[in-house]
């Protein structure tokens, strides 16, 4: 789910880079894609509908104020694609995204502290063809 | 006779020694997994607690995560993944994260 996410992303948010991990290139606004967790929904024994969690951090190109600023804008952009991803072709069928956190949270291991919005999502998604990841 | 319910029932039920025990049990179970799941970034570590504030107008259990570096630990940084261990232990306890459950 994380690169099926990564992927949606990348065609829709516009002037930030959408990556699993922390780019080497820091001074651009990016959002790092993470998996927290799935769990099976309804019969456990059976294999096909998933609630997948995801963390999307929402990162801007430096601290303070302006950084705020950018940062909110991007993860306006990010919470509006994802209530669009239902519906849309990807590589997953997918029924609900449901928002559970949204929070400023600046990252202090930057100097000075990066601003930083995240966005906690749970994503419901049927079986698909080829390898979760 | 007309049956008229009684509009606060479900505030006196919240707050009834059984419920708020009941989340009182339910937090320590999200606790103890917490504890199992988080990291330490200090040398000084905290701990993931459990808080009952309830009082009589309303149930208040909360799982409080004391470490000075929990919020790295939860939320991940640009040097560490977010291992997420409170979100995670309240998952697994079959239970489901909402961030600002409704009042009632």
Redesign the interface.
Known sequence: MEAIVRTYLDTVVIGASVAGETPRNTSQAWVKVTQIGTRVIGNADVDHFHAYHIQLDCYASEGGPAGQVEAFDLYQDVRAALVNLPGTTVAAHISTVRFTAALRLPDEAFEPPRQRYILDAHIYAGAYDGVPS | MAFLPNPTFLKQLEVEDETVGALEEAAEVVAAGANELRHSFYREPGAVLVRNESSRVAANVYVVNTDPGG??DE?????N??Y?PL??AV?NAGLE???SPKQS
């Open positions: 919020h790295m939320w991940g940084s640009v040097n993944e977010a997420a979100r995670t998952s994260f909402q961030e």
